[in-house]
């Protein structure tokens, strides 16, 4: 069963509007989670990253949420460009675990 | 080169043949890794590797082979392969496989592989 969960598989925002990627996960231990994007032919990349002793972090226009309470992190962008048009994932582990967990990925169309 | 290299990028395979994907990292990390996405699934580890030695190997098929020569290459023998193999399959790294709570993935860009 899956342990992480991304259940918009595409969204589409205009250029300028703020995106906003969800991803719930069921592992109450988890406490370590990031976020990948990734272009057609290309790796996943590293975006941002977030421990639970926080509820947010930002890094420029990309900020990442979380409520462990409901087991959800949320990835917002602001303003979306055409350049964000990729699929991102979310990831989560634990500082007891030996590896990530991913979601199935959500493609964000950035419409110009 | 910088970052982790996968080739090839493309590979077409008969379900006879035998091949083996690459991968190097020149990150100097001490963990490298095998990931195998395939459409609309979970990225799914296969195989850990720490200072060249296995750690983990996820109930992969033993007609996925990898092997480890140094911490720097990793490689994935494949034989007999079938056509649900087909699948984008990613090498990652990170700093330190105990701790990849706090270092995460270096991925590479993947290999596509297609078994006809």
């Known amino acids: 069963d899956q342990q992480v969960k991304q259940n918009s598989p595409s969204l589409s925002v205009q250029e300028g509007r703020i995106s906003i990627l969800n991803c719930d996960y069921t592992?109450?231990?988890?406490?370590?989670f990031l976020w990948y994007k990734k272009y057609p032919a290309e790796g996943p990349t590293f975006l941002i990253s977030?421990?639970?002793?926080?509820d947010k972090n930002e890094d420029g226009r990309f900020t990442v949420f979380l409520n462990k309470s409901a087991k959800h992190l949320s990835l917002h962008i602001v303003p979306s460009q055409p350049g964000d048009s990729a699929v991102y994932f979310c990831?989560?582990?634990?500082?007891?675990?030996?590896?990530?967990?991913f979601g199935t990925g959500t493609s964000l169309t950035v419409i110009p | 080169e910088t970052g982790v290299t996968q080739t090839p990028r493309h590979l077409v395979m008969g379900m006879t043949n035998k091949k083996s994907l690459k991968c190097e990292q020149h990150?100097?990390?001490?963990?490298m890794y095998w990931y195998k996405q395939s459409a609309k699934k979970p990225l799914e580890l296969m195989f850990v590797?720490?200072?060249?030695?296995?750690?983990e190997n996820n109930s992969v098929p033993s007609r996925f082979s990898p092997e480890c020569p140094n911490s720097s290459h990793l490689f994935l023998h494949l034989h007999t392969l079938q056509p649900e193999d087909s699948a984008l399959y990613l090498c990652?790294?990170?700093?330190?496989?105990?701790?990849?709570?706090?270092?995460?993935?270096?991925f590479g860009s993947g290999t596509r592989l297609t078994v006809v």
């Open positions: 990150l100097g990390h001490n963990a």
């Open positions: 977030i421990s639970s002793i926080k």
């Open positions: 592992n109450s231990m988890f406490d370590y």
């Open positions: 990652a790294s990170s700093q330190d496989h105990f701790r990849v709570y706090h270092y995460g993935y270096t």
């Open positions: 990831a989560a582990n634990s500082n007891t675990g030996n590896q990530f967990y």
């Open positions: 590797y720490s200072l060249e030695e296995r750690v």
